[in-house]
């Protein structure tokens, strides 16, 4: 059946354009750009694409080996960034981005929008386009285009082995209904690959997406139930902004969703690495080889809402931004404010002494997403001194999974006394007692003057 369509698109293609030749030369050879206009690429011509881009663009493109499928292919990851930036302008991590797509070798629109994702930044940045260079300074993008090699050049959902590569992930693994689970989380050479570069490369990333076909929808944890996740504020802000003002693609818990699924990748990438993550269903076109429509165009709304969560991944996790410190003999009270659209619910402020010891921690206090909060916290045992400094010590979001920051302050403490409103009685003021036994010396002293002149 794909080899009489593919026949017939060949048949077609070549009634809308001209034959390449020889003479027409290597950019015009195959694969050139098969995904932005009709024919989903195989494992080759992919590898032939992504090593172009490493070769013509060694400024922004690392091209990394991820491990091999069960037939030995290749799992390719493009790295792509500013590479003459270590870090962002500030001097401050580049947040980081994983994508990936094809875990299902017969749903080429999942795989599609993952190619099409690393090309328009590609070519976004050799044209100069402003957001492109803004996002590449400040992110890296890690694609992993094609999971499933075996599967997408055998035409089929599963891989070699006849498992679901997304039924193979180590959570909650195999405790839905499902069908071709594996042996074991991670039996295959596929998911344990994956696996094993979220773990190595981006474990501290605020974003993963992984590019299906099916329906169209966006779909976040949890797959195996029916529950909000830990960060739903986060997840249902994304969604409302995604909805008001690019897409009205539906995006949902994929149990309500969809149906229930474990073992999933998305369900790892939140329940174990803790990362905000979706699952992009394209549409329902996933049983042929091409489309008559250029995928860049049916694909381009789509493309849009992976823009929006790319540009903005900086807020895919708590910011607290402490605005002020007030110590007193009793307590410490701390102004935060959370630039970010995660929560944080176990969050300590921190005093480190002259030595850089940490010397004194809060108690647990929750900053909520998008959002100002006064903590009042026991500073019964704080010792503070003003040569030393605070920080903040915190989780980037809710699920427990979630990674730990240490951020230093730079903010001074203001000191108030046990009774501030009284202060000019203990200070330098003019009833202090400071101040009356300093008179009465200055006093005495011009009384003993008088006498000695007499």
Not at 326 to 348: F, P
């Amino acid at each position: 059946m794909r080899v009489a369509v593919g026949l017939v698109l060949c048949l077609l293609f070549a009634g809308l354009s001209p034959v390449a030749t020889a003479s027409s030369g290597a950019d015009n050879a195959w694969p050139g750009e098969p995904v932005d206009n009709h024919v989903h690429m195989t494992w080759a011509a992919l590898t032939m694409e992504v090593n172009d881009w490493a070769d013509n663009h060694p400024d922004i493109v690392k091209l990394i080996d991820a491990g091999d499928s069960e037939l030995g292919k290749t799992l390719w990851v493009l790295q792509i960034s500013d590479w003459s930036m270590e870090t962002k302008a500030n001097g401050k991590a580049k947040e980081i981005v994983y994508i990936d797509g094809g875990h299902h070798g017969n749903e080429y629109l999942g795989t599609a929008l993952a190619w099409l994702s690393a090309q328009f930044y590609i070519e976004g940045w050799s044209e100069g386009n402003q957001e492109v260079i803004d996002v590449l300074q400040s992110t890296e993008l890690h694609i992993l285009i094609m999971l499933n090699p075996d599967g997408n050049d055998f035409d089929t959902r599963w891989n070699i082995n006849q498992v679901d590569l997304n039924r193979n992930y180590d959570h909650y693994w195999n405790t839905c209904p499902t069908t071709q689970p594996g042996s074991s989380a991670f039996s295959e050479a596929e998911t344990a690959a994956n696996a094993e570069y979220m773990n190595t490369y981006v474990t501290d990333a605020d974003l993963y997406v992984t590019m299906h076909t099916g329906v169209w929808i966006i779909l976040y944890p949890w797959g195996k139930w029916a529950d909000q996740p830990s960060d739903w504020e986060l997840f249902h802000r994304i969604r409302d902004d995604v909805n008001a003002n690019i897409s009205d693609i539906p995006m949902q818990n994929a149990n309500q969703g969809l149906y229930p699924n474990c073992g999933t990748s998305r369900d790892y990438g939140y329940g174990v690495m803790g990362i905000p993550t979706f699952t992009f269903e394209t549409d329902d076109e996933q049983f042929v080889p091409g489309s008559v429509e250029a995928l860049n165009e049916r694909l381009d709304e789509e493309l849009d809402v992976m823009r929006y969560l790319i540009s903005n991944v900086w807020y895919w996790r708590a910011r607290l931004d402490v605005q002020s410190i007030q110590v007193s003999d009793e307590e410490v009270i701390v102004d935060v404010s959370n630039l970010g659209q995660a929560s944080t619910s176990n969050a300590t402020l921190q005093f480190v002494d002259s030595s850089g010891q940490v010397s004194w921690t809060s108690s647990l206090f929750t900053v909520n997403a998008t959002n100002s909060s006064v903590a009042v916290l026991d500073a019964s045992n704080l010792s503070y001194t003003k040569d030393g400094s605070w920080q903040l010590y915190y989780q980037k979001r809710v699920i427990d999974a979630s990674k730990w920051v240490t951020e230093p302050l730079e903010i001074n403490a203001t000191v108030l006394s046990e009774d501030d409103d009284a202060s000019f009685l203990i200070g330098y003021g003019l009833f202090s007692p400071t101040t009356i036994l300093a008179g009465l010396a200055v006093i005495a002293l011009v009384r003993n003057e008088d006498e000695e002149s007499d």
